[in-house]
């Protein structure tokens, strides 16, 4: 890796400078590509693997599952913190993208090559102490390379544009990951998929491998610290959490994750035992092209959802955005119909738009918090804002993995009956429908308070800049509690 330059360019938030170029953007945006894979082969393949092949039992996976996601939660923010931290010749991020890459992609294959001889217990354990690895490794990549997204450009339009890259390919990731199970068993042979994921897991460990380090190797950070102080763990929490923008886009983000989750597993069942009749077969083709409906229709309408937002803002765009997701949900009630099943795919449709534009907007948003927080303390803490996040995201997912179970008791089923009953259905279609509405429209309500447009951003980052490229610098890099009434902000 080439040194990095650390001289902190003099440029307005409008400055061509500030202007990437395509082949930067399509580089970092590549790391989601590895991202999209590590994210989820394990909640993808841990169950058809390590349960139905190998016979772990699926109460001892279920814990080996969720114990190493709470360490990848906790391990987030130090790692963060270690990264603002960082002084180097290659800044502050590209270093743990390059390493964290490289391990990732070693576990990515190790997690499938439990040895034969062992038990299913033993098994379990494998899993286990493998995947404590696994996360690890990803925390390194992760994070700093979140960071280096919020921190490759100053301009307030160009930081969508980047993000639109990111939700791009992490679309494609996504289309790949379901490729994983049915490689498996095409490679091995039916019966045979632990041999077949084996091979699986080497291959796609080089493509995490190749896909993680591009970051590393061909992007550049605009935003450099030389001489930042470094900040104590403690205190990097503590001020980030009286970030009051911060808290409040993290609220929004909390509330969709449940609403996108909390009954989510609703579709198969309502496909199951009302669409189809009780056929599995039939549910598990349409979830196949549901799924392509879905990420193909995300894919076409990244580049549309950058351009609106830079021509009617962020906040607009995100609104709408929200409202068509929730008018999504609206229509599962008429488009999950045993009439004419395919016209769920409707919903589908409507609904990638809107998660596009929120994938897109909401990271776009966090680096103009990291403006806020500059402008406030002159400190850049791009790493501790991006695992902090991350955070929240975790947390929102791991209250719908327990929270779902409950919700499935809630409506009455019963998994010794062939048939559920037309109460449990009637109750899975009408939690199906208006959970994702109450809790996707808090978030909707969550963002009309979102305080920051661009002619703020624009007048913070041009004070910055100014306050830079004065001779004397008046801010020592001190923590201090960002202070909301300023009328900046």
């Not at 169950?47 to 360490?71: E, K, Q, S, T």
């Not at 969508?160 to 490689?183: D, E, H, N, P």
Request: glycine share 8%.
């Amino acid at each position: 890796m080439a040194s990095e330059n650390l001289e902190t360019p003099n440029t307005t938030g409008n400055g061509s400078q500030n202007k990437l170029k395509a082949t930067t953007k399509l580089a970092w945006g590549s790391g989601a590509l590895a991202d999209a894979m590590m994210a989820n082969v394990i909640s993808y393949l841990a169950l058809p693997i390590y349960n139905i092949a190998l016979g772990v039992d699926p109460r001892w996976l279920g814990w080996a599952m969720g114990l190493p996601r709470i360490w990848d939660a906790i391990s987030d923010p130090v790692l963060g913190n270690i990264s603002d931290n960082t002084r180097s010749r290659w800044g502050r991020r590209r270093p743990f993208i390059f390493v964290g890459a490289i391990l990732s992609g070693i576990f990515f294959a190790v997690l499938w090559m439990p040895p034969a001889s062992f038990s299913a217990r033993a098994m379990g354990y494998y899993f286990l102490v493998t995947s404590f690895f696994f996360y690890t490794a990803y925390t390194i990549f992760v994070v700093p390379w979140n960071a280096m997204g919020l921190e490759l450009t100053t301009d307030y339009d160009e930081r969508t544009r980047v993000q639109a890259y990111r939700t791009f390919m992490q679309s494609i990731g996504g289309l790949l990951l379901g490729t994983l199970w049915w490689l498996s068993i095409k490679i091995g042979g039916e019966g045979n998929e632990v041999y077949g994921v084996k091979i699986v897991g080497i291959i796609f460990g080089v493509y995490v491998m190749i896909t993680g380090m591009l970051p590393a190797i061909f992007c550049r950070s605009q935003i450099s610290v030389p001489s930042q102080k470094k900040i104590p763990f403690i205190a990097a929490i503590t001020t980030t959490a009286k970030n009051k923008t911060f808290i409040l886009l993290g609220a929004i983000m909390f509330f969709l994750l449940i609403g996108l989750f909390l009954v989510n597993s609703f579709s198969n069942y309502i496909n199951i035992y009302y669409v189809f009749g009780g056929s599995k077969e039939g549910t598990s083709k349409i979830a196949m092209i549901a799924n392509f409906v879905f990420q193909t229709t995300g894919i076409g309408l990244v580049p549309l959802v950058s351009y609106l937002a830079v021509r009617f803002g962020k906040k607009r765009i995100l609104l709408a955005g929200l409202t068509s997701v929730m008018a999504a949900y609206f229509t599962t009630w008429f488009f999950y119909t045993p009439k004419a099943p395919y016209l769920q795919l409707i919903s589908l449709g409507m609904m990638a738009p809107g998660l596009s534009c929120v994938w897109v907007i909401t990271a776009s948003m966090l680096a103009d918090i990291c403006d806020v927080e500059e402008y406030h303390t002159g400190l850049r803490r791009e790493g501790m804002y991006g695992a902090a996040f991350s955070w929240i995201i975790k947390a929102g997912i791991a209250f719908t993995l327990v929270g779902a179970g409950y919700m499935i008791d809630f409506s009455g089923y019963d998994s010794s009956l062939a048939m559920q009953t037309e109460d449990t259905i009637l109750k899975m279609r009408l939690l199906y429908m208006l959970v994702p509405v109450a809790f996707i429209g808090t978030s909707f309500i969550l963002v009309c308070f979102y305080p920051l447009t661009r002619e703020k951003v624009e007048q913070i980052r041009h004070e910055i800049n100014a306050r830079n490229n004065a001779p004397n610098n008046p801010v020592d890099g001190t923590i201090e509690t960002i202070n909301d009434d300023d009328p900046v902000i």
